[in-house]
C-alpha cells in the first residue's frame, strides 16, 4: 500500500537503527576526560537496562523489631504508592535553621533522600519530579501541621523550570488513635489536612495528607503525604526505637 | 463491472469493519483493559486523597492533527493550536499520497510545518512518483472565548513549487456532550468551518478574488515565497466535526473542497467520487494517534500521528540526591576548627584538593584547578555530565561545604570548557547553609547569588595531577543520513569512529578521528548539476570511499583580554575541508547580545578523504551577532563570504528549551541567482536536537540532533569547524544559569 521506495525506505531506515543500537551496545568504549558521545552513552544506558532486567527485583526485606534494634540510627519505612516500592531511609542529619521546626535529612541506599520539617515534607531527592522545596504550616514544639492555610509546593518540572503548587488548608482532627508498628504501640491522634487548589483550566485539585501525631512525644509517627505530581503519595512509618 | 461489485463490496466491507470497531471501543470505554497505555484524562469526581485528584503536570493529551500534520479534521483544518512547544511527527496515505510532516508549536498562536510528500502514478513533470517538499505556517487569530470560536489564519505550502498551496481562515468551537463513560466523563464534539482559496478552493466556490489562480506546474526551481498567490483566485467553504464521546476515541467527518485537480483531472491517480471523508482515530498513549479513513467516496486512509512535548521528558530526570549541607554550627566548635593558618601548609592544601577532586569525581564532574585562601576558595572544574550548568554549580557548592574548613566563607566557582573559564558564580557559605531548606529554596540562594566574568587563572591556583597532560579515545557508531533525492528521499550511511584527542596544556587540543563505514548508500546518489563549485553537491564521490580520515586537527582556545574569547584552529575540519580557522567572540557575561567573526581559509580535500587536496581552495568567514530574544528565543545573524565565494547573509532563529531541546530554522540569501543556485533558490532548513537525558531520564549533556534541508545545493555554505565558540560559552552565562535556578539544589 505505500509507495515501495518509501517502504524499502522504511525498512532500511530500520535495519540502520536496529545495527546502530547493537553497535551502540556492543562496541563503543571510552577513555579519557573527555565526554562521551551520545551513541556511547546509549549503549552504557541499554546495558545497564539489560542488567537491572536481569537481576530482576530485589527480595523484600523481612523486618521485625528485633532487627530494627539492631540499628543505633532512627529509620523510616516509605512506601511509594504508585509503583509500590518500599525503601528503608536512615537519618543522616538533624538541624534548624532561621524557620521554626526541627529539619530531618533521611536517605536511602540508592541514593534518595527525603526532607521533612516537623514531621512535614519538605523536599524530595533522588527522585522524578523532585520537590525542590515547601513551605509548610510549621510551629515551634508542635509535631505535624500547626494550623491552616496557605501551602505551597515547589517542584522542578521536566524543562527545568519551577513549577509552584499553591493550595488553601484546612486541618480536622480525625480524634485518637492507636497504632501498631512492628510491635509497638503508640497513642496518637489522626490529623488531616485537607488542601485545595485550581490547577490547569480551573480544574479543581485536592490534596490530602494525614499525620499521626504524638502528642507527648512531639513526633509524627506515621504519615500519608503527597510529594508532587510525578511521585504522588508516600506512605512514611517511623521505626526508631 | 467486476470492478464496480468488487468497489461496492470493498466499501461494505471496510463501512461494516469499522462500525464493528466503533462499537466494540465505545461499548468497552468503560471495561479497564484499554488497548494501550494509560493516557492523560480528567476524570470525574475523583476521591480527595487519590493521584486523579492531586494536581497535574501533564497535560491532556494533544490536539488531532489532519493529513498536513496540523490540527484538523482528516483533510481541512481546523483552528486549534498544539501545546507550546509541541513537535509533532505524523505520516498520512491515501490513494498513492503519502505525507511525512513535522509540525512545531514555536509559540502558544504561531506553529510552522515542514512536509515531505510523494503521489505515486502521477507521471507529470518528468517523474513517475512525484516527490515534493513545503512549508506552513499557521497563525491563531483569537482564542475560543464563551460565544467566540477560536479562528486561525493558515498558509499551506506556501513557498516553493507549492503543490498543495492553499490558505485558508478557520473557525473551531467546542461543545460537551453527554457522558457516554463513568471513566472519562464527558465527551466534547469540535466543530469547524472556514473559507478556503487554492487547493481549497477548488471545489464548489462560492467567489472569487483577483481573477484565476495559475494552475500548478511541477518541477521548477522553487523556493520564492508565492506571495502574489495568496488569498487569490476561487473561495470555498469546507467544514467538519470531531466528535470525542470518550477520551480514546474520535470520529470524524469532514466536506473538502479540495477537487485534487491534478491527480484526479489532469493525471489518474484516483478515482475524487465525493467531497465527503469520514474517519475514525484512537488515542493509543498520550503522545500516539492512530487513525483510518474513508475518503473522497473512493479511497481508504491512514494516518499515525506522534506528538512530542519537549516540556515533558520521555522518562522523567533522576539525578542521585546530593549530600545535605551540614552547618558548621554542628562541627565547628572550637577556635582552632576557624584556624586561618592552614592554607600555608602546602600539605594541608593538597588534601583538600585531593578530596575535593574526589568528590566531584563521584558526581561526574572534574577538578580542573583550585585557589585556596582563608576566607575565600575558588574551584575551577569541567561539567561533562549535567546538561543544566546550575545543577554542576550547585553540586560543586555542596561539596565545598562538605571538605573546606570553617574560615572559608566565599566560594567561587567557576565552570571551565576546553581551557576557557566561562563565568564565576559567587556564593557565601553561610547562604548555603542557611538556605538549603528555606520555603523558596531556588528563589533564596539565587537573590544572593552573584554571577560575573570568570576570573582570570589565579597564580598560586593548585592544578589538578591528572588532567594535563590527557589523553582521551573512544569508538562509537556513527550515522550520516542524506534526504530527499528523487531517486530514493532517504539515504544513510552508517559505520564506526575512532575518535581520539589530547590535551597537552589547558586550551590545547589534538583531535582526530577515523572512520569506518560499514554499510550505507549515499554512494548512489545522483551526481551533483550544481553551476556553482561543488563545495557542498559532490556528496556521493566523496562516500565512494569507506576507510576515511573524518577530521584532525590542532585547536587553541585562550581569553585576549575581558569578555573576549578566542580560538585558533589548523588541519582537517570536515569531510570536505581543511585549512586554517580563527574566531574572536565578545560575549559579556550578564549581556544577552554578542558578537563575533571568524576567517577561515580552507582547501577543498580530495574525495578519498585522506590526507590530498583538491584544487578548489577559498576565503569565507563571517561577522555574526547573536542575541537571546528570551523565552529560550536565539536570533542569529551573520554576514559574510560563503564556500562556493558567494556574499550574503544567514538569519537563524531557535528555540533551545532548558533542559536542552532545541528547533530551529535558518535561511541564508546570497548573491547566488536562483538560477545558479539550482533547485530550491535559495538555501534554506530547519534543525532539531533532542537531549539523550531528555530520552533516558539520566544526567547527560549529549543528545541527537539532525539539520534538514529542502535540498543540499552549493549556495550559502559554510565551513564545519570543531570547536566553535558561541554554543558551549552562552551554556554557563547569567541568563542560562537563572533560567535554570531551580537545578541548584538538585
Excluded at chain 2, 494533544?62 to 486549534?80: C, H, Q, R, V
Excluded at chain 2, 520555603?439 to 544572593?448: H, K, W
Aim: hydrophobic residues 40%; positive net charge.
Amino acid at each position: 500500500m505505500i509507495h515501495p521506495a518509501l517502504s524499502r525506505t522504511a525498512l532500511h531506515l530500520r535495519a540502520a537503527l536496529m545495527t546502530l543500537l547493537a553497535l551502540s551496545t556492543l562496541a563503543s568504549c571510552t577513555k579519557g576526560p573527555e565526554e562521551a558521545s551520545g551513541a556511547i552513552e546509549l549503549g552504557r544506558s541499554i546495558r545497564a537496562l539489560i542488567q537491572e532486567r536481569r537481576a530482576g527485583p530485589a527480595a523484600p526485606l523481612q523486618i521485625n523489631r528485633a532487627f530494627l534494634e539492631q540499628f543505633p540510627q532512627p529509620h523510616l519505612e516509605v512506601i511509594v504508592e504508585q509503583s509500590d516500592l518500599t525503601g528503608y531511609l536512615g537519618l543522616v542529619l538533624a538541624r534548624q535553621d532561621d524557620l521554626p521546626g526541627e529539619i530531618t535529612t533521611w536517605s536511602a541506599a540508592d541514593n534518595s533522600a527525603l526532607a521533612f520539617r516537623n514531621g512535614m515534607l519538605i523536599a524530595t531527592r533522588g527522585l522524578p519530579g523532585n520537590l525542590i522545596s515547601a513551605s509548610v504550616p510549621v510551629q515551634e514544639g508542635t509535631a505535624g501541621p500547626a494550623h491552616g492555610g496557605q501551602r505551597r509546593y515547589y517542584l522542578r518540572s521536566g524543562n527545568n523550570q519551577e513549577q509552584v503548587v499553591t493550595l488553601a488548608c484546612k486541618i480536622t482532627d480525625l480524634g485518637p488513635q492507636q497504632l501498631e508498628i512492628y510491635d509497638r504501640i503508640y497513642r496518637t491522634r489522626h490529623l488531616q489536612e485537607h488542601c485545595e487548589g485550581r490547577g490547569e483550566a480551573g480544574r479543581k485539585t485536592v490534596v490530602l495528607n494525614d499525620y499521626w501525631v504524638d502528642s507527648q512525644n512531639k513526633k509524627v509517627w506515621k504519615s500519608r503525604q503527597w510529594a508532587g505530581p510525578e511521585i504522588g503519595y508516600l506512605r512514611i512509618r517511623d521505626l526508631s526505637n | 463491472m467486476t470492478r464496480s461489485f468488487s468497489l461496492t463490496f470493498r466499501i461494505a466491507l471496510v463501512t461494516a469493519a469499522f462500525v464493528v470497531f466503533t462499537a466494540s471501543l465505545l461499548f468497552n470505554a468503560d471495561a479497564a483493559q484499554a488497548w494501550g497505555p494509560e493516557i492523560t484524562r480528567n476524570p470525574q469526581n475523583p476521591a480527595p486523597g487519590t493521584d486523579e485528584a492531586a494536581p497535574r503536570f501533564k497535560p491532556l493529551p494533544p490536539p488531532a492533527l489532519n493529513f498536513y500534520g496540523t490540527p484538523g479534521i482528516i483533510d481541512t483544518p481546523s483552528a486549534e493550536m498544539l501545546p507550546d512547544g509541541t513537535y509533532a511527527v505524523s505520516y498520512s496515505w491515501f490513494g498513492g499520497q503519502s505525507r511525512y510532516n513535522i509540525t512545531f508549536q514555536a509559540l502558544p498562536w504561531l506553529s510552522a510545518s515542514f512536509r515531505y510528500n510523494g503521489i505515486r502514478n502521477l507521471n507529470l513533470f518528468g517523474f513517475s512518483t512525484y516527490y515534493d517538499r513545503g512549508f506552513d505556517v499557521r497563525a491563531r487569530l483569537w482564542q475560543e472565548r464563551r460565544w467566540l470560536p477560536e479562528v486561525t489564519m493558515g498558509l499551506q505550502d506556501f513557498a516553493g513549487t507549492g503543490v498543495y498551496a492553499a490558505e485558508y481562515f478557520v473557525a473551531t468551537k467546542r461543545f460537551q456532550t453527554p457522558v457516554l463513560s463513568r471513566r472519562s466523563g464527558p465527551g466534547e464534539l469540535k466543530s469547524s468551518a472556514g473559507l478556503g482559496w487554492g487547493r481549497l478552493g477548488t471545489h464548489g466556490a462560492i467567489g472569487n478574488i483577483g481573477g484565476v489562480r495559475p494552475s500548478f506546474v511541477g518541477g521548477g526551481t522553487g523556493g520564492q515565497l508565492s506571495y502574489d498567490q495568496w488569498f487569490r483566485g476561487d473561495f470555498a467553504p469546507f467544514g467538519g466535526i470531531e466528535w470525542q464521546p470518550t477520551d480514546r476515541l474520535s470520529l470524524k467527518a469532514e466536506y473538502s473542497t479540495d477537487a485534487y485537480i491534478t491527480e484526479t483531472q489532469v493525471s489518474d491517480v484516483f478515482e475524487r467520487k465525493s467531497a465527503l471523508n469520514f474517519g475514525v482515530e484512537y488515542q493509543y498513549s498520550d503522545r500516539t494517534r492512530l487513525g483510518a479513513y474513508y475518503l473522497y467516496g473512493s479511497e481508504i486512509g491512514f494516518s499515525a500521528q506522534f506528538q512530542l512535548n519537549p516540556k515533558h521528558p520521555l522518562t522523567p530526570m533522576v539525578v542521585p540526591a546530593a549530600q545535605p549541607i551540614i552547618p558548621r554550627s554542628h562541627w565547628a566548635r572550637t577556635e582552632a576548627d576557624w584556624n586561618q593558618n592552614w592554607p600555608a601548609s602546602t600539605q594541608q592544601t593538597t588534601v583538600f584538593r585531593d578530596q575535593i577532586a574526589e568528590a566531584l569525581k563521584k558526581d561526574g564532574l572534574i577538578l580542573e584547578a583550585i585557589t585556596f585562601d582563608a576566607t575565600e576558595v575558588e574551584l575551577r572544574y569541567r561539567n561533562p555530565r549535567y546538561q543544566s550548568d546550575m545543577q554542576a554549580v550547585g553540586r560543586v557548592a555542596r561539596i565545598m561545604t562538605a571538605y573546606l574548613p570553617a574560615s572559608v566563607e566565599t566560594f567561587r566557582i567557576t565552570p571551565v570548557r576546553s581551557g576557557l573559564g566561562l563565568s564565576t558564580v559567587t556564593v557565601r557559605r553561610s547562604d548555603l547553609e542557611a538556605q538549603e531548606f528555606a520555603a523558596q529554596a531556588s528563589d533564596g540562594i539565587n537573590a544572593v547569588t552573584a554571577i560575573t566574568a570568570a576570573r582570570p587563572l589565579s597564580e598560586d591556583a593548585v592544578f589538578s595531577d591528572e588532567l594535563y597532560p590527557a589523553f582521551s579515545y573512544s569508538f562509537a557508531p556513527y550515522t550520516k543520513p542524506s534526504y530527499f533525492d528523487p531517486a530514493r528521499p532517504f539515504r544513510i550511511d552508517f559505520g564506526l569512529d575512532l575518535v581520539a584527542s589530547y590535551a597537552p596544556a589547558p586550551g590545547w587540543l589534538i583531535g582526530g578521528a577515523l572512520r569506518q563505514r560499514l554499510a550505507g548508500n549515499i554512494a548512489n546518489t545522483r551526481a551533483s548539476n550544481s553551476v556553482l563549485p561543488h563545495v557542498r553537491t559532490d556528496i556521493s564521490r566523496y562516500a565512494q570511499y569507506g576507510t576515511t580520515l573524518e577530521n584532525l586537527y590542532v585547536t587553541r582556545h585562550w581569553k585576549p583580554g575581558r569578555d573576549l574569547y578566542a580560538r585558533a584552529t589548523g588541519g582537517i575540519f570536515e569531510t570536505m575541508f581543511g585549512g586554517i580557522s580563527g574566531e574572536l567572540l565578545w560575549k559579556p557575561v550578564n549581556s544577552p547580545l554578542a558578537l563575533g567573526v571568524e576567517a577561515n581559509y580552507v582547501i577543498q580535500r580530495d574525495y578519498d578523504q585522506r590526507f590530498s587536496f583538491l584544487d578548489y581552495k577559498t576565503f569565507t568567514g563571517h561577522a555574526s551577532l547573536y542575541y537571546e530574544l528570551g523565552s529560550n528565543y536565539q536570533l542569529q545573524l551573520d554576514a559574510g563570504r560563503y564556500l562556493a565565494g558567494d556574499y550574503g547573509g544567514t538569519f537563524s532563529l531557535d528555540r533551545v528549551f532548558n533542559n536542552g531541546w532545541a528547533v530551529g530554522a535558518f535561511f541564508t540569501l546570497t548573491n547566488v541567482s536562483a538560477a545558479d543556485f539550482g533547485e530550491g533558490s535559495f538555501d534554506k532548513g530547519f534543525r532539531f536536537r533532542i537531549p539523550l537525558g531528555w530520552m533516558l531520564g539520566k544526567p547527560n549533556r549529549r543528545g541527537f540532533g539532525l539539520t534538514i534541508r529542502p535540498t543540499q545545493r552549493d549556495g550559502g555554505q559554510r565551513v564545519a569547524v570543531p570547536g566553535r565558540l558561541y554554543g558551549s560559552i552562552r551554556e554557563a552565562h547569567r541568563i542560562r544559569l537563572k533560567d535554570q535556578r531551580v537545578r541548584f539544589w538538585e
